[in-house]
């Protein structure tokens, strides 16, 4: 018997597609009732017709999570539809364009940081207003990158914005903690989605990443699954502030 998440509630923003997608339909596999949050309206509810495969309660908000008040309210309708949130996944996110440091312009730094620092932000400090106003024990967790360990060369604006959410994953960890509220990343390698789409072609890129990888493959979003669901059991109180890496061996290799 695996970890049971049944009658818990989990938001995962970016759960529309890739690898929220995968976290998504893991948790909804192992019992949670499940929000999906993303920008188009049709993609989410194709997804949530998908998910709803699962026999558990699905419900899809349109949000963009750098829109301080569309995140209020997808907020407010998925604990109208499924009842005080548990588990808070913030997974949506935007890849950087690569460039050379020296050709990144403000304009360019500024997207990725609006959304995948921003949009945690914004996101995550709505739920832990959400847990704390209902008094519940709860888990965040943070999807970062390994570009948060290895240097992420001609896409510093993405790798600086994934570190930066280690540090707001540690900071939460202690501020949290007695709150009941665990707050730990995860850290997924080379994952096979529309936002690597463009490395994942490149042949030359796949095959010297592939070669780097001990595991000989990159990952399909359900290999996010497990890891998510464990960050988010209720059932662990002692396991907060770390960061999961699951990238098949490539950043110890
Ligand atoms: P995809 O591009 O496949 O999916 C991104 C998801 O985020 C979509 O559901 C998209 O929905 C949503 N999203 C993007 N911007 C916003 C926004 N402003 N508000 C709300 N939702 C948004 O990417 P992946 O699945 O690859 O990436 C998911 C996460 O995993 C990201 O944080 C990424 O950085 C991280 N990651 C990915 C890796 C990979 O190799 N693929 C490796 C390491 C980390 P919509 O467009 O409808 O808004």
């Known amino acids: 018997m695996g970890i049971d998440l049944t009658g818990r509630v989990v938001v995962v923003t970016g759960g529309n597609r890739g690898i929220g997608l995968g976290i998504a339909r893991a948790v909804a596999e192992a019992g949670a009732d499940v929000a999906i949050w993303g920008r188009d309206?049709?993609?989410?509810?194709?997804?949530?017709?998908?998910?709803?495969?699962?026999?558990?309660?699905?419900?899809?908000?349109?949000?963009?999570?750098?829109?301080?008040?569309?995140?209020?309210?997808?907020?407010?309708?998925?604990?109208?539809?499924?009842?005080?949130?548990?588990a808070f996944v913030a997974n949506a996110g935007v890849g950087g364009a690569l460039l050379p440091y020296a050709d990144v312009t403000l304009e360019e730094w500024r997207r990725v940081m609006t959304?995948?620092?921003?949009?945690?932000?914004l996101s995550t400090r709505e739920a832990v207003r959400r847990l704390i106003e209902h008094r519940r024990p709860g888990a965040l967790v943070l999807v970062s990158s390994t570009s948060a360990i290895h240097g992420a060369a001609r896409n510093v604006a993405y790798g600086t914005a994934k570190t930066g959410l280690l540090g707001?994953?540690?900071?939460?960890?202690?501020?949290?903690?007695?709150?009941?509220?665990?707050?730990?990343?995860?850290?997924?390698?080379?994952?096979?989605?529309?936002?690597?789409?463009?490395?994942?072609?490149?042949?030359?890129?796949?095959?010297?990443?592939?070669?780097?990888?001990?595991?000989?493959?990159w990952a399909e979003p359900a290999d996010m699954g497990p890891a998510a669901v464990f960050l988010c059991d209720p059932t662990i109180e002692y396991h907060t502030g770390d960061h999961l890496v699951v990238d098949g061996g490539y950043t110890v290799f």
């Open 41 to 86: 309206a049709d993609r989410n509810a194709e997804a949530a017709e998908r998910l709803a495969a699962t026999g558990r309660r699905i419900h899809a908000a349109t949000c963009d999570v750098t829109d301080e008040d569309r995140v209020a309210a997808a907020m407010d309708a998925t604990i109208e539809a499924l009842g005080p949130l548990d």
């Open 115 to 121: 959304v995948d620092l921003d949009g945690v932000f």
């Open 168 to 217: 707001l994953t540690r900071a939460l960890a202690v501020e949290l903690a007695r709150h009941h509220i665990r707050v730990n990343a995860l850290l997924p390698g080379w994952t096979i989605t529309e936002l690597a789409e463009a490395a994942y072609a490149d042949d030359r890129f796949r095959a010297v990443t592939t070669r780097r990888t001990p595991v000989r493959r």
